[in-house]
């Protein structure tokens, strides 16, 4: 007897292995879709105040508030890459007439000032200079398959962009169409616990997401000041890009500073470095570190404590923890998903010692 029962187990266990392995390979065939109503989500959490606005303030009813919301969004985003179109175009045209010798030439210099500037030895990029090799690994024939492979992301961008609005109209029109999918998941007697945990999630993930946009506006503002008053050309679109980067938590900020930095520096490739150069990129870089004190002793922290309401050590070490197991991608997605999860147990677990610990600031 004790046998058969441990012959049923032992199917019953495989059985469940069988159909999570199954789930699991749906998920994973499907992860452009979860992908579409992930961004969904976000874009609908990030519209709600404004839909709110014009159905409560405005009396707007519902279907055209939702319309009005997604031209909104999607006029933000169409000028945000009306910023960009201009200067791919124009680089683009560049690059069809790029002189590789005078480019050479030019960084050569550039280089060969640096080095002569800190007192360190030339020879090396003099050699290089004289050698002609600095360019030699480049291969310009690639750049035809680099704008055919340009043209194919912008169509599966287009379909997805599609898509993505699709979904987000839905879900602003009705703002209980995810709570409904939802809660046909759970159990019945978990059905007012998983309401109360997706309105608190609402809350907290809108008021964070609407929190980042007012950091990136702080610190393209900042970014933007400084870059003007050096002289930078394409100022707005570099300071925009760097303050997008800081979406990145730790890693983001230091790839913008050198990014700042670099454009800083080969914009002004024919000038002097000691008289033109260095002074220039030593301004860039004041102003983007006033730009990162800002964000982290203001912006940041009023976010965390106002949406999230997380002490930072744990934002820090969640965001180390996603960031080594995920990416970068792990390190953008920590703070809400962290943000949810800490809702849930705190809702379904209230009287857990560890959980009332951690989630004692919700």
Not at 28 to 43: C, H, K, N, P, R
Not at 92 to 117: D, H
Not at 181 to 197: C, F, G, P, R
Request: glycine share 6%; proline share 3%; charged share 10%.
């Amino acid at each position: 007897m004790e046998d058969k029962q441990i012959a049923k187990g032992i199917i019953r266990a495989l059985f469940q292995l069988l159909g999570l392995a199954i789930f699991l390979w749906v998920l994973y065939e499907l992860q452009s879709i979860i992908i579409y109503f992930a961004i969904a989500a976000v874009i609908a959490l990030v519209g709600r105040p404004i839909s709110l606005f014009l159905t409560k303030r405005l009396k707007f009813n519902n279907l055209l508030a939702t319309t009005l919301t997604i031209a909104i969004l999607l006029g933000i985003v169409v000028g945000i890459v009306s910023l960009f179109v201009p200067l791919i175009v124009k680089q683009g045209g560049n690059l069809s007439l790029l002189n590789v010798e005078e480019l050479e030439k030019n960084i050569g210099l550039l280089m060969a000032e640096i080095t002569e500037y800190l007192q360190l030895d030339n020879q090396f990029w003099q050699q290089q200079l004289r050698s002609g090799s600095l360019f030699n690994s480049i291969n310009l024939s690639a750049v035809p398959n680099f704008l055919n492979s340009i043209i194919g992301i912008l169509g599966d961008f287009t379909i997805g962009l599609f898509s993505v609005l699709f979904i987000s109209f839905f879900l602003l029109k009705d703002s209980k169409l995810l709570e409904r999918i939802l809660l046909t998941l759970v159990k019945d007697e978990y059905t007012d616990k998983t309401s109360a945990s997706i309105l608190k999630i609402k809350q907290l993930l809108s008021r964070y997401f609407i929190g980042l946009l007012i950091q990136i506006m702080i610190l393209l503002v900042v970014y933007f000041g400084v870059l003007l008053l050096v002289g930078i050309p394409n100022a707005f679109v570099i300071a925009f890009l760097c303050a997008l980067l800081n979406l990145i938590p730790y890693l983001g900020p230091i790839i913008g500073g050198v990014l700042m930095l670099l454009l800083t520096m080969t914009s002004n490739l024919d000038a002097n470095f000691s008289a033109v150069i260095l002074p220039k990129a030593i301004y860039v870089m004041i102003g983007f570190v006033v730009g990162q004190l800002i964000d982290n002793f203001f912006s940041q922290p009023f976010i965390f404590s106002n949406s999230v309401k997380s002490h930072p050590l744990e934002i820090f070490i969640v965001i180390l923890a996603t960031g080594t197991l995920f990416g970068p991608m792990g390190m953008i997605l920590a703070i809400p998903a962290y943000t949810a999860l800490k809702v849930v147990l705190k809702i379904f677990l209230s009287d857990n010692k560890i959980v009332k610990s951690v989630t004692k600031r919700l």
